[in-house]
């Protein structure tokens, strides 16, 4: 796996991460093998996966006590990504509401930490900004995190350029993790290009359209009962039927170069700025194996102009 920098001044990683929610939280309920999953994180590690991202909210707790599990003798192999902001709803398995208070990330790093099974991180990021909460209190606090060697860096989720600028007033900011991927491609405008000024990393989640770029689903009844993409507007049958014409324009960029789709739809990432990396999620194994060889396509200007022209897509992306 060839190999990046998380932001100008951040460790080496590979250039293509592994995203762990799948593993427990949000997809397929009933394809999830804890077993399987460890040792998709260890083959990932093998292949120079290195950067591992995961949340206190995916489970909610399961997500972290996982990865944990998978580094208990390899915790120095893995960087490590993990997110604090969003608390579950006890009563709804995707509800999920803010929490930036100071005094809510100081008990979470320390309770990440723990289901984790280490004494840092090296990357702690807010999930989502509070509105009832000001940024720069949220952000104050995790800066203590880095003072405390709690955590080696911080980042961002889902934040516009004026909210990463007030950040960077208190603490520099590592990474800033956005969805990007071919059907949806709001961060190019402002956010991507900020970042790649100011050497800050720019985490690209769901870079695979959940699943949907690979080509694998043509209809919801693809979708898991109990999985939160069947309530997803781009996974309405409408919607989909109408996105398809994405995934086969990937699909014909990928027949040129002898690649599948979803390697295509992660090159195309890449391909956006020397900052993007990938956060794939997957939690099985021959998918991690076709995710990472993604690292080694280099798309034309011709694929990506044809990449660049395809419909907008059908339905809102939450
Ligand atoms: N910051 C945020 O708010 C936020 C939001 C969403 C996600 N994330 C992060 O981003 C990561 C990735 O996003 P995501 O999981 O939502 O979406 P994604 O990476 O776009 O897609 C994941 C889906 O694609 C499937 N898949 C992966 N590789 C495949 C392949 N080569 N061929 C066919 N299918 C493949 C996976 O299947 P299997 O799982 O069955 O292998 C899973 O269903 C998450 O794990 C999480 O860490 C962050």
Redo the contacts with the bound molecule.
């Keep these: 796996m060839i190999t990046t920098t998380l932001g100008a001044s951040g460790p080496a990683i590979g250039a293509i991460g592994l995203?762990?929610?799948?593993m427990t939280h949000g997809?397929?309920p009933r394809?999830r093998d804890d077993d399987v999953s460890v040792a998709v994180i260890h083959q990932a590690l093998d292949l120079g996966v290195t950067l591992l991202?995961?949340a206190d909210v995916y489970g909610p707790y399961t997500n972290e006590e996982l990865v944990g599990r998978a580094l208990a003798d390899r915790r120095e192999r893995a960087v490590l990504a993990t997110?604090v902001g969003l608390v579950g709803d006890p009563s709804h398995p995707m509800g999920r509401r803010n929490d930036g208070r100071p005094e809510h990330v100081r008990a979470s790093v320390d309770a990440s930490l723990r289901r984790l099974g280490t004494d840092h991180v090296d990357l702690y990021q807010l999930?989502r900004v509070d509105p009832a909460t000001p940024l720069e209190e949220t952000w104050g606090a995790m800066a203590e995190a880095v003072a405390a060697g709690k955590a080696r860096a911080i980042g961002l989720?889902?934040v516009s350029v004026e909210e990463i600028r007030r950040a960077q007033a208190i603490h520099p900011v590592a990474s800033v993790?956005s969805?990007l991927?071919l059907w949806t491609r709001e961060a190019l405008a402002e956010v991507v290009p900020y970042c790649e000024a100011n050497g800050i990393a720019f985490l690209a989640?769901?870079?695979?359209?959940?699943?949907f770029l690979?080509g694998?689903f043509s209809s919801p009844d693809d979708i898991a009962e109990g999985d939160w993409r069947r309530g997803n507007p781009r996974f309405q049958a409408e919607a989909m039927a109408a996105n398809r014409a994405i995934t086969e324009a990937a699909g014909r960029v990928a027949e040129r170069h002898g690649a599948?789709p979803?390697q295509v739809a992660l090159a195309w990432t890449r391909a956006q700025s020397g900052t993007v990396v990938p956060?794939?999620?997957?939690?099985?194994p021959r998918?991690l194996v076709?995710?990472a060889e993604a690292a080694d396509l280099v798309l034309t200007e011709a694929d990506l102009a044809e990449l660049d022209a395809v419909p907008a897509p059908v339905g809102e992306r939450y």
Aim: charged letters at 25%; a negative charge; hydrophobic letters at 10%.
């Design positions: 995203g762990c929610m799948g997809y397929d394809g991202d995961t997110k999930h989720s889902e993790q969805e991927s989640y769901s870079p695979l359209g959940r699943g690979t694998r599948t979803g956060i794939p999620g997957t939690k099985t998918y076709e995710n």
